[in-house]
């Protein structure tokens, strides 16, 4: 059974950071596409990140340059740095991974 666990959410300042972490258990990882999605109260979900096995990266246009991607696999884990943070992101930040999501973590930014 794939299980995905994030982590790191929080409260913070606007211009201030936030590093989140996603764990995975049940897949082969080190195979797989990771993606971080966000939603905010009232809008779609949203894409804000991926990484392809290789370790490609591809951002969504609002959060480029700001947020970084990686991933270790000898921890099955993929960690989204996020700086410069903006009121405007705050949203609930999803994992996802093959189909399937974790259970989202709080991010709040306020101005």
């Known amino acids: 059974q794939v299980q995905l666990v994030e982590s790191g959410g929080g409260l913070v300042v606007a211009g201030g950071s936030l590093r989140l972490s996603c764990a995975a258990s049940g897949i082969i990882f080190r195979i797989n596409t990771m993606r971080w999605y966000r939603q905010a109260p009232g809008k779609q979900r949203e894409l804000v990140a991926s990484i392809s096995s290789g370790g490609t990266t591809n951002y969504g246009d609002s959060v480029r340059g700001r947020l970084t991607l990686s991933r270790d696999n000898a921890k099955n884990t993929v960690y989204l740095q996020m700086n410069s943070l903006k009121p405007e992101d705050t949203a609930v930040y999803y994992c996802?991974?093959?189909?399937?999501w974790g259970q989202g973590t709080q991010v709040t930014v306020s101005s």
């Open positions: 996802w991974v093959a189909g399937l």
